[in-house]
């Protein structure tokens, strides 16, 4: 299977893709909004009827390139005030897919639409997406395993998904000491797929562990794109991974390099989104049906 074609959904996760070259309809049904608890500005859906904002989540495909995902095997050393920056997250390729290289202009619209919104001069130039001869484009994504809990105002602690944290090691170091430091809430979750077809030709989603994926996997994210402030009074961009399934294993071989980051993840609120798939096995999410396209079909786009 090549990366043009494979398992797609048509749901209410856009598709980044589409942002670009529909931009005025996108912005016509949604808007930028800023948040004080904790300080963030983010895209939410366009709601008049006083309902709380739903934040919009993005679907993006492509290629596996660098991973830092669960399980957690041993405790990382560093001091206690750095747990809220120790993320999972991965790097995508779309090894010359023009739907991929419309992901990435699509971002470039999502960050000016920020930058107009934000006082000129204060967002800085972001690291979300690496572009190059097409090929080696690639488009970064994270997100927190914990919130500080004086940042976490009205969200409420979750148990981490099966194969996170097998040996509690983040659970115990959010209690470190019995000092009830951090959450892992709905906003630091990150969920695993995998998809297959059944005997009537339908797409299945089954929830997996994040050790089944690999560097040269063909994967679908789903991400959303928040705006937090920073030192100085700057403000700064962040793609923020939601879910990530397996379209393809073992699509291409290629060597898995480290994953390295100097940016914090955002802030988190307790903002409403919808992430996953409405035919997933488990009854557990209200999520959206899914068909079989082309990664570059117009139906995709």
Not at 55 to 73: C, T, Y
Not at 82 to 102: A, E
Not at 225 to 242: E, S
């Amino acid at each position: 299977m090549s990366i043009e074609s494979g398992y797609g959904y048509d749901n209410e996760h856009i598709r980044l893709s589409r942002v670009a070259s529909t931009e005025t309809l996108f912005w016509d049904k949604h808007k930028i909004q800023q948040f004080s608890s904790p300080a963030s500005w983010r895209i939410v859906a366009r709601d008049e009827s006083g309902k709380d904002a739903e934040e919009v989540v993005f679907s993006v495909r492509g290629m596996i390139h660098a991973r830092d995902l669960p399980p957690i095997k041993a405790k990382p050393r560093m001091p206690s005030h750095k747990y809220k920056f120790m993320r999972q997250g991965v790097t995508l390729v779309g090894l010359g897919s023009p739907t991929f290289t419309r992901a990435l202009d699509a971002i470039e619209n999502i960050y000016s639409h920020f930058d107009r919104h934000l006082q000129e001069g204060t967002l800085d130039k972001h690291s979300t997406t690496v572009q190059g001869d097409g090929v080696s484009d690639e488009l970064n994504m994270w997100n927190r395993y914990f919130t500080p809990l004086r940042e976490a105002k009205g969200m409420q602690a979750i148990p981490f998904l099966p194969g996170v944290d097998p040996s509690d090691i983040l659970y115990n170091m959010a209690h470190e000491d019995n000092n009830y430091r951090y959450i892992h809430s709905e906003d630091n979750q990150v969920q695993y797929f995998t998809s297959h077809r059944d005997d009537k030709g339908i797409i299945r989603y089954e929830r997996c562990q994040p050790h089944m994926f690999r560097a040269g996997d063909l994967v679908e994210a789903q991400l959303s794109f928040v705006v937090i402030p920073v030192k100085g009074g700057r403000r700064k961009m962040l793609a923020v991974l939601r879910s990530l399934a397996l379209i393809k294993g073992n699509f291409k071989k290629t060597e898995s390099r480290p994953y390295t980051s100097e940016s914090p993840m955002p802030k988190v609120t307790s903002i409403k989104r919808r992430s996953g798939y409405a035919n997933e096995t488990s009854t557990e999410q209200k999520r959206q049906k899914t068909d079989y396209m082309r990664i570059d079909s117009e139906t995709l786009n």
